[in-house]
Structures are given as structure tokens and as C-alpha cells.
């Protein structure tokens, strides 16, 4: 995970740093009639809320997401517009929470202390559709300038798996539980490239389900994490 997560943050270090330099060799005569079109990538620290009793995240739960926002201006100076856009995200989630399959039965427990278990996640992948009120401190000529987007993100789960390790099993499985249907509000702030990024999942993770003890299973995503716009 680690190794994985380095060439992550390499890779966004590239990219940023390749964007900086092209904007600031590029010569551009003011345009009265800008947009704000841009490129996304971001990651993030995904936190589980409302778990049940005794339900602990474990490892480093992640979640990252890349994709385009159509600018809408609204105003004549174009400080102040909507976005709407289309991407995809993958977000993995870590927990002593193992959903165990059998048959056509999906049932969760909390694995007990007893147990010296390698991994335990489940992993969803999202087509998101961010629609969000954009406010920035942007002129025409330069792309350096303070923004702050806030929005409701949709996403639909396309693909996920919940998959357990431990010394004796090794088990992976499509997981219908999964809400097909997620949405969040979220904020991003910051100036250029580099922004800080927040996003609250208004519904909850896995569907209308409860554990095997009758806690009932209504977690909330909690995303922290940064967000850079590439133009």
C-alpha cells in the first residue's frame, strides 16, 4: 500500500510541476470571455462514520478521483459560475467489519481480536457527475488565483469487491450490499494548483443492512484529502 501510494503522489507531483511550467512559458492576450474548464485529480483519506459497536478502520482507507468540470460563468467579470463535470473514483475502505457470502447470503460481523487477519476492505469504483457553485478570484490572462467550489456530487458503483485475507483464506466476491447510487456535498478551497478537499456521503455505504449481533450497519464517508486543477 505504501509503495503504491508513493508512485500515487509522484505521479501527481509530475503533473502539477509540468502544469506550472507550461502556464507560466505560455504568453496569453487577455480574453474578456474566459473559462474555467479544467482537468481534476485528486486523493484522500476516506473515514468511516456511524460504524457499528466496536467496528475499527484499520490500515489507510484511500480514495482517489480524476475527470473535467465544464465552467458556466454567471457574471460579466466570470469570478462567480457553475461547474458541472463527469469522472471516476475508486475508494477503498478498511475495517475489522468482514462481510462473509454464503450461497446467495451476505451477512457481517465483526472479526474478533482472536483473529490475526492481513487484510479486510471493501472497494468500490464510482462514476462521479460533480455539480458545483464556483466562486474565484480569477482574471483574464493568468490561471494563479483563490477559488473556493463547494457542490453535490453523484456517483454511481459501477464495480466493487469486499475482499478478507488472513493466514488460512483468501476470499473475494461482487458485494450487491453496496450502494449502486451515492451522493455527497463536498468543498474544495485553495489557490492554483493545490487545494484542500471535503466531502460528506449524504447516504450510507452499504444498504439497509445490520451485523450479525442486530447493530444496525449505517456508515457515512467522510473524505479529507486535496484536489488540483490542471488546465
Not at 500500500?1 to 509522484?10: E, S, V
Not at 457553485?133 to 453523484?154: M, N
Not at 493545490?194 to 451485523?211: H, M
Given at each position: 500500500?505504501?509503495?503504491?501510494?508513493?508512485?500515487?503522489?509522484?505521479m501527481l507531483n509530475v503533473l502539477v510541476l509540468q502544469a506550472q511550467a507550461l502556464d507560466s512559458l505560455l504568453i496569453r492576450e487577455p480574453d474578456d470571455k474566459y473559462l474555467e474548464d479544467q482537468f481534476y485529480i485528486g486523493i484522500s483519506y476516506n473515514a468511516l462514520l456511524n460504524r457499528p459497536t466496536n467496528v475499527d478502520q484499520s490500515s489507510l482507507p484511500y480514495g482517489l478521483q480524476l475527470g473535467f468540470i465544464k465552467d458556466v460563468p454567471l457574471n460579466a467579470r466570470r469570478n462567480i459560475g457553475f461547474g458541472i463535470g463527469v469522472g471516476y473514483s475508486v475508494n477503498s475502505f478498511y475495517s475489522n467489519l468482514r462481510a462473509v457470502k454464503s450461497g446467495e447470503e451476505i451477512y457481517y460481523e465483526r472479526i474478533p481480536d482472536s483473529i490475526d487477519f492481513k487484510r479486510n476492505k471493501?472497494?468500490?469504483?464510482?462514476?462521479?457527475?460533480?455539480?458545483?457553485?464556483?466562486?474565484?478570484?480569477?482574471?483574464?490572462?493568468?490561471?494563479?488565483?483563490?477559488?473556493?467550489?463547494?457542490?453535490?456530487?453523484?456517483?454511481?458503483?459501477?464495480?466493487?469487491?469486499?475482499?478478507?485475507?488472513?493466514?488460512?483464506?483468501?476470499?473475494?466476491?461482487?458485494?450487491?450490499?453496496?450502494?449502486?447510487?451515492?451522493?455527497?456535498?463536498?468543498?474544495?478551497?485553495?489557490?492554483?494548483?493545490?487545494?484542500?478537499?471535503?466531502?460528506?456521503?449524504?447516504?450510507?455505504?452499504?444498504?439497509?443492512?445490520?451485523?450479525?449481533?442486530?447493530?444496525?450497519?449505517?456508515?457515512?464517508?467522510?473524505?479529507?484529502?486535496?484536489?488540483?486543477?490542471?488546465?
Open positions: 500500500m505504501r509503495y503504491h501510494l508513493t508512485i500515487i503522489f509522484t471493501i472497494e468500490a469504483h464510482m462514476i462521479d457527475v460533480p455539480i458545483e457553485f464556483r466562486w474565484r478570484t480569477s482574471k483574464a490572462g493568468t490561471h494563479s488565483f483563490w477559488r473556493i467550489y463547494s457542490g453535490i456530487k453523484l456517483g454511481y458503483n459501477f464495480a466493487n469487491r469486499s475482499r478478507y485475507i488472513d493466514a488460512d483464506n483468501r476470499l473475494s466476491f461482487t458485494n450487491p450490499d453496496i450502494r449502486k447510487l451515492q451522493y455527497g456535498a463536498y468543498l474544495s478551497f485553495g489557490y492554483n494548483t493545490w487545494n484542500f478537499y471535503v466531502q460528506y456521503q449524504l447516504n450510507d455505504l452499504i444498504e439497509n443492512r445490520e451485523t450479525i449481533t442486530g447493530d444496525p450497519i449505517d456508515m457515512r464517508v467522510l473524505q479529507l484529502g486535496l484536489i488540483f486543477y490542471i488546465l
